[in-house]
């Protein structure tokens, strides 16, 4: 599938908006519920999984902008890198967070509106390509960030 700048800057709102809509309302104390998570993995609260999402909607904006890695990333695996993510936000506020999850969004559509038409439409891709924007912040979304407050809600 061949995507356009119009398209992908839609879903990549429409994805925004519904996190966002989820995390308006939210106390500080929810920021520390537990997400379901595999023992071999870091053990995430909601805000760490907030904090994975918009890293990797920032890395989203890096390649619009055809930008190399930060050096501390170079040659990380998937696991290594969401590591190094979880230490870089573990212990900040979820007030911290929040407010990079919105100032990733505001740079993510400035780099997709500078991007040029080709970063678009150059190649076939997946539906939901950048996923980082769309079917990986929904999975997250859903899969993390809102069992877990059913959860907290479920037990408080």
Known sequence: M?????????????QFE?????????????FV?????????DPWTLQDALA???HWKADV????????????????????????VYLRWKDRSPGEVVAWHRQVHVDVLQALRDAPDSWFADRDRRA???ADLDG?????RARDIERALASGRAGG
């Open 18 to 30: 519904r996190l966002d809509a989820l995390l308006a309302g939210l106390r500080a104390d929810a």
């Open 136 to 140: 990986h912040c929904a999975w997250h």
């Open 61 to 84: 904006a890096r390649q619009a902008r055809g930008l190399r890695r930060a050096a501390d990333e170079r040659g990380l695996g998937t696991q290594e890198a969401n590591h190094l």
């Open 33 to 41: 519920l537990p997400v379901p998570r595999p023992e071999t993995k």
């Open 52 to 54: 994975h999402i918009t």
């Open 128 to 130: 939901d390509w950048p």
């Open 2 to 14: 061949r995507h356009t700048r119009d398209e992908v800057l839609e879903r990549t709102i429409a």
